[in-house]
T-cell receptor, first 114, second 112 residues
């Protein structure tokens, strides 16, 4: 089946630093999504990307849908302690209206030192 | 607006026992999903319902897992009998149709 390779697996940074993580796939997706999961909670959607080449921002977060439709990256600028958590990328084959299952990456564990 | 509710939050059982999880989606959401998240991995879809019909159960181990969504609202996921490798967090999510999925807090299952 489809697999997403997410890197890095973990990151340890100082407060105020910028962070970058990415996801690659052997097959194409029509939608790329980025989620954050805190301990004991379910994933929460951060950014959704629907078009190849699309660059979307949500506050200090910026994500891009790769032009080949096989990759995506997420940047976090000026990190703060509450950015700590696990970040997952997810790909979806279906269109915005038809939809299909989400395939998740393995996650990036982010630790921010104050 | 209330989020996705799940219960129990934690469950510990011995192998070969049975267990059931319950999910109440966001009001008005037609689509309901069950995911399995093994420690250190991303969630994996087990089954997707639209109203009370199954849309995708291709990754559900049907010899031991079953799920139902009677009346198109609440859903239960059952494992019978449980194996050690079923230890995981079981996440329920819902969406209005097939758009943004909202996740519940999950049920952490430990099989001894």
């Amino acid at each position: 089946g489809q697999q997403l390779n997410q890197s890095p697996q973990s990151m340890f940074i100082q407060e105020g630093e910028d962070v970058s993580m990415n996801c690659t796939s052997s097959s194409i997706f029509n939608t790329w999504l980025w989620y954050k999961q805190d301990p004991g909670e379910g994933p929460v959607l951060l950014i959704a990307l629907y078009k190849a080449g699309e660059l979307t921002s949500n506050g200090r977060l910026t994500a891009q849908f790769g032009i080949t439709r096989k990759d995506s990256f997420l940047n976090i600028s000026a990190s703060i302690p509450s950015d700590v958590g696990i970040y997952f990328c997810a790909g979806q084959l279906g269109t915005r209206t038809s939809g299909s299952r989400l395939t998740f990456g393995e996650g990036t564990q982010l630790t921010v030192n104050p | 607006e209330a989020g996705v509710a799940q219960s129990p939050r934690y469950k510990i059982i011995e192998k070969r026992q049975s267990v059931a999880f319950w999910c109440n989606p966001i009001s008005g959401h037609a689509t309901l999903y069950w995911y399995q998240q093994i420690l250190g991995q991303g969630p994996k879809l087990l089954i997707q319902f639209q109203n009370n019909g199954v849309v995708d159960d291709s990754q559900l181990p049907k010899d031991r897992f079953s799920a139902e969504r009677l009346k198109g609202v609440d859903s239960t996921l059952k494992i019978q009998p449980a194996k050690l490798e079923d230890s995981a967090v079981y996440l329920c999510a819902s969406s209005y149709l097939v758009d943004t999925q909202y996740f519940g807090p999950g049920t952490r299952l430990t099989v001894l």
